[in-house]
Nanobody
Framework: QVQLVESGGGLVQAGDSLRLSCAAS????????MGWFRQAPGKEREFVAAIRRSVYYADSVKGRFTISRDNAKNTVYLQMNSLKPEDTAVYYCAAKQTVVEVPTRYDYWGQGTQVTVSS
């Protein structure tokens, strides 16, 4: 069982930056594919970024967001720059122990952290 705890959300203005963190429990963090997803009010949850050995991004955040991981700290990060009001959502961290770079399903999810971008 893996527990994921997100942090770093908040209220910012358009153009600002935020860095989200996701701390994972367990001793085999490096073997997990990690992902960030988001869900805006009234919308379905959508993929944002993923990392295992390589990184992957949704087109909507490419060039603005950067996903990274620190296996020594069991933590994955999402650096969000040039934020837009349409980035407003609850952001979730997800994990799956797999050799697949971007799983179609993740086994573990965090509780989410709210990001609100005002115009």
């Amino acid at each position: 069982q893996v527990q994921l705890v997100e942090s770093g959300g908040g209220l910012v203005q358009a153009g600002d930056s935020l860095r989200l963190s996701c701390a994972a429990s367990g001793r085999t963090f490096s073997t997990y594919a990690m992902g960030w997803f988001r869900q805006a009010p009234g919308k379905e949850r959508e993929f944002v970024a993923a990392i295992r050995r390589s990184v992957y991004y949704a087109d909507s955040v490419k060039g603005r967001f950067t996903i990274s991981r620190d296996n020594a700290k069991n933590t994955v990060y999402l650096q969000m720059n040039s934020l837009k009001p349409e980035d407003t959502a609850v952001y979730y961290c997800a994990a799956k122990q797999t050799v697949v770079e971007v799983p179609t399903r993740y086994d573990y999810w965090g509780q989410g952290t709210q990001v609100t971008v005002s115009s």
